[in-house]
């Protein structure tokens, strides 16, 4: 993308999707690290983005009282560290805009921000102080704004807990920035200037739980932090023509804090994932923002976990769809040799199973009582079906076309009386003979030689019949002799091709079996790598929590410490039913998948036992 793009349209305070940016990331296939940058307008939020990207110039710049952003606008760029990953830059409208005059407008811009991205960053003027906190207000706003379950009771959810697992990672830039970073006299890191600014105070009242509020919500909402503080990149003279100033003309003081700006976003802003740890590519986040903004638009609350349902079932879809693809490919070479025998059919269509199953699992998530999976394995068994079968016909064409071309020079000879003589049957026999052994010596004949050679022997009896009993130089005897051997060999050829068919069911059964044991080998990965995805998810929350506990402690907040501790308690309690009742769950999916295959298996073994057991010709006896 060479220059930024609106993706949501701010207008008249309704916001609207631009149809140009969502096919743009529809179209993107890479996996996607998320940095949006909020603050209050003509803070120089979009000057960092620019540097983010790695331009000059991108997103607009200003350097009046009048703000240049409306909306949120995108800039996606290859990563600088990333192979294969797209950075997703979004700059947006700047907050308290005097033209707006909408504090809701505001709002929504900021939830939109916390939820389309990975890494937050807050841009400020000045220092870190109770009026710069204050005015970070959507904050205290979060739980209006935002659900992350779509529960229907009137049961709290669990707000800092919830939140904190699937927000972003937090960054508080400070511009012009111009006090020394040090307490009582003691030099401190931007970092623990930024910790110091949100320190609780003890007590209570009015005031003092007003202090308290928004600084609470940052720490509960934002456990990971982080905060860089700029010097002046200039004087003010020169400010209104930042973006024309060549790099050397900054104060290196600012150019350093830069530097270590965009390293950190580069080293440490990590994947956009969603509920349960799924990592997201472009076009998976063109679904999200879609979701988002057109629930917002209703004048809904966006819901994370609606919203995810909502992706997943398209993403499903879509790895169904590109799982059915790789199996048809995969495929196509093996049907361009039709008619082949059931040994190369077999291997080719195991492999392109394979390969579909495993296309899918790496791009299906909440994949629901496995609906989607169980929608591939039909798909592919329908495409598989129709694959046999036109192998099967290709093979009946071929036989029936040799034997027809074979039996050609016989079948004039019928016409014009050549075995209507004595010895006729003799030379008759040797001619049928002979196009039998032809036929077999034929390669490559498929899955149907045996079974058109007995249609074709069947249908000759007549014919030789009625040669037989005209022959003269044959004794009545030596007839009977004759017709038994006619019957045995008809009778070897059915047997023949009743072999034949049934070497084709074990097949099948063989191929299900294999089948059967990959697809639940793919499940049970599946399902332990998302286990460990939500365990580490919730790890991360659990010990940030733990931490914020400990600090509690340490500055004397007891009530608000055991509050924490209770919390604590609840949220490993909750995890531990979640992660059984989903145990639970898979095992029995798990289980119902093998009773269907044992009783696809079943059913196929009844039909052998039935083709083995069918009552064969018996041979004529010699009176």
Same mark, same amino acid.
């Given at each position: 993308?060479?220059?930024?793009?609106?993706?949501?349209?701010?207008?008249? !305070?309704?916001?609207?999707?631009?149809?140009?940016?969502?096919?743009?990331? *529809?179209?993107?296939?890479?996996?996607?690290?998320?940095?949006?940058?909020?603050?209050?307008?003509?803070?120089?939020?979009?000057?960092?983005?620019?540097?983010?990207?790695?331009?000059?110039?991108?997103?607009?710049?200003?350097?009046?009282?009048?703000?240049?952003?409306?909306?949120?606008?995108?800039?996606?760029?290859?990563?600088?560290?990333?192979?294969?990953?797209?950075?997703?830059?979004?700059?947006?409208?700047?907050? =308290?805009?005097?033209?707006? !005059?909408?504090?809701?407008? @505001?709002?929504?811009?900021?939830?939109?921000?916390?939820?389309?991205?990975?890494?937050?960053?807050?841009?400020?003027?000045?220092?870190?102080?109770? @009026?710069?906190?204050?005015?970070?207000?959507?904050?205290?706003?979060?739980?209006?704004?935002?659900?992350?379950?779509?529960?229907?009771?009137?049961?709290?959810? !669990? %707000?800092?807990?919830? $939140?904190?697992? $699937?927000?972003?990672?937090?960054?508080?830039?400070?511009?012009?920035?111009?006090?020394?970073? %040090?307490?009582? /006299?003691?030099?401190?890191?931007? #970092?623990?200037?930024?910790?110091?600014?949100?320190?609780?105070?003890? !007590?209570?009242?009015?005031?003092?739980?007003?202090?308290?509020?928004?600084?609470?919500?940052?720490?509960?909402?934002?456990?990971?932090?982080?905060?860089?503080?700029?010097?002046?990149?200039?004087?003010? @003279?020169?400010?209104?023509?930042?973006?024309?100033?060549?790099?050397?003309?900054?104060?290196?003081?600012?150019?350093?804090?830069?530097?270590?700006?965009?390293? $950190?976003?580069?080293?440490?802003?990590?994947?956009?994932?969603?509920?349960?740890?799924?990592?997201?590519? /472009?076009? &998976?986040?063109?679904?999200?923002?879609?979701?988002?903004?057109?629930?917002?638009?209703? /004048?809904?609350?966006?819901?994370?976990?609606?919203?995810?349902?909502? &992706?997943?079932?398209?993403?499903?879809?879509?790895?169904?769809?590109?799982?059915?693809?790789?199996?048809?490919?995969?495929?196509?070479?093996?049907?361009?040799? $039709?008619?082949? @025998?059931?040994?190369?059919?077999?291997?080719?269509?195991?492999?392109?199973?394979?390969?579909?199953?495993?296309?899918?699992?790496?791009?299906?998530?909440?994949?629901?009582?496995?609906?989607?999976?169980?929608?591939?394995?039909?798909?592919?068994?329908?495409?598989?079906?129709?694959?046999?079968?036109?192998?099967?016909?290709?093979?009946?064409?071929?036989?029936?076309?040799?034997?027809?071309?074979?039996?050609? +020079?016989?079948? +004039?000879? &019928?016409?014009? =009386?050549?075995?209507?003589?004595?010895?006729?049957?003799?030379?008759?026999?040797?001619?049928?003979?002979?196009?039998?052994?032809?036929?077999?010596?034929?390669?490559?004949?498929?899955?149907?030689?045996?079974?058109?050679?007995? +249609?074709?022997?069947? /249908?000759?009896?007549?014919?030789?019949?009625?040669?037989? +009993?005209?022959?003269?130089?044959?004794?009545?005897?030596?007839?009977?002799?004759?017709?038994?051997?006619?019957?045995?060999?008809?009778?070897?050829? %059915?047997?023949?091709?009743?072999?034949?068919?049934?070497?084709? *069911?074990?097949?099948?059964?063989?191929?299900?079996?294999?089948?059967?044991?990959?697809?639940?080998?793919? *499940?049970?990965?599946?399902?332990?790598?998302?286990?460990?995805?939500?365990?580490?998810?919730?790890?991360?929350?659990? #010990?940030?929590?733990?931490?914020?506990?400990?600090?509690?402690?340490?500055?004397?907040?007891?009530?608000?410490?055991?509050?924490?501790?209770?919390?604590?308690? %609840?949220?490993?309690?909750?995890?531990?039913?979640?992660?059984?009742?989903?145990?639970?769950?898979?095992?029995?999916?798990?289980?119902?998948?093998?009773?269907?295959?044992?009783?696809?298996?079943?059913?196929?073994?009844?039909?052998?036992?039935?083709?083995?057991?069918?009552?064969?010709?018996?041979?004529?006896?010699?009176?």
């Amino acid at each position: 993308m060479d220059s930024p793009i609106c993706l949501v349209k701010n207008s008249d !305070g309704e916001l609207c999707l631009e149809p140009e940016a969502i096919d743009y990331l *529809m179209g993107l296939k890479q996996k996607v690290v998320v940095v949006a940058v909020v603050g209050l307008y003509r803070t120089g939020k979009s000057y960092l983005m620019n540097k983010l990207a790695q331009r000059k110039r991108g997103f607009a710049l200003g350097a009046t009282i009048q703000s240049k952003t409306k909306g949120i606008w995108m800039w996606c760029v290859p990563h600088p560290e990333k192979t294969d990953h797209t950075l997703v830059l979004l700059d947006t409208e700047g907050l =308290g805009d005097v033209e707006k !005059g909408d504090s809701k407008n @505001d709002a929504w811009i900021f939830s939109l921000a916390i939820l389309l991205s990975s890494t937050l960053v807050y841009n400020s003027r000045g220092t870190i102080d109770n @009026d710069a906190v204050e005015k970070l207000q959507y904050v205290n706003e979060l739980t209006e704004m935002i659900k992350v379950k779509s529960t229907t009771d009137d049961e709290e959810e !669990g %707000e800092g807990t919830q $939140f904190a697992q $699937f927000f972003p990672n937090f960054v508080w830039t400070v511009r012009d920035f111009t006090l020394q970073l %040090e307490i009582d /006299g003691r030099e401190i890191t931007p #970092d623990q200037y930024l910790e110091n600014s949100l320190q609780l105070k003890k !007590g209570y009242g009015k005031k003092i739980n007003d202090y308290n509020v928004p600084r609470e919500c940052i720490r509960n909402f934002f456990p990971s932090r982080k905060c860089f503080v700029f010097p002046s990149p200039t004087t003010p @003279d020169n400010m209104h023509r930042l973006d024309s100033m060549d790099e050397a003309e900054l104060s290196e003081s600012f150019r350093e804090v830069v530097d270590t700006f965009c390293r $950190f976003i580069y080293q440490e802003s990590r994947m956009k994932t969603v509920i349960g740890g799924h990592t997201l590519t /472009g076009e &998976m986040l063109g679904h999200l923002v879609t979701t988002y903004v057109e629930t917002i638009a209703k /004048g809904n609350v966006p819901c994370l976990e609606n919203a995810v349902l909502a &992706m997943a079932k398209i993403e499903n879809q879509a790895a169904v769809d590109e799982g059915l693809a790789v199996y048809q490919k995969g495929m196509e070479d093996v049907k361009a040799l $039709f008619p082949v @025998d059931i040994n190369q059919l077999s291997e080719n269509h195991l492999r392109s199973e394979t390969e579909a199953t495993q296309t899918f699992m790496k791009r299906s998530f909440k994949d629901e009582n496995e609906e989607f999976l169980k929608a591939l394995v039909e798909a592919i068994g329908n495409h598989s079906a129709d694959l046999f079968k036109q192998n099967k016909d290709a093979s009946e064409n071929k036989c029936k076309a040799l034997l027809e071309n074979l039996s050609a +020079q016989m079948d +004039q000879g &019928m016409k014009e =009386g050549t075995y209507a003589t004595p010895g006729g049957y003799e030379l008759y026999c040797n001619h049928h003979d002979n196009i039998v052994a032809q036929y077999r010596a034929e390669p490559n004949k498929g899955v149907r030689a045996e079974e058109v050679l007995e +249609q074709f022997l069947k /249908g000759k009896s007549a014919e030789s019949n009625s040669i037989l +009993q005209a022959d003269k130089k044959l004794t009545e005897n030596e007839k009977k002799i004759q017709a038994e051997m006619k019957k045995t060999a008809e009778l070897e050829q %059915e047997k023949a091709a009743s072999k034949e068919k049934q070497a084709e *069911m074990e097949h099948n059964i063989e191929n299900n079996r294999i089948s059967q044991e990959n697809y639940l080998k793919e *499940m049970e990965e599946k399902m332990e790598k998302e286990r460990k995805q939500q365990q580490q998810e919730f790890n991360r929350t659990l #010990d940030r929590r733990m931490q914020e506990q400990k600090y509690l402690l340490e500055m004397g907040h007891k009530e608000k410490a055991e509050l924490m501790r209770q919390e604590i308690e %609840e949220i490993k309690k909750n995890n531990q039913l979640e992660r059984d009742a989903n145990t639970q769950n898979q095992k029995a999916l798990l289980e119902l998948f093998k009773q269907q295959a044992e009783e696809q298996n079943k059913k196929m073994g009844i039909l052998i036992e039935e083709l083995k057991n069918r009552p064969q010709i018996p041979p004529c006896n010699v009176m």
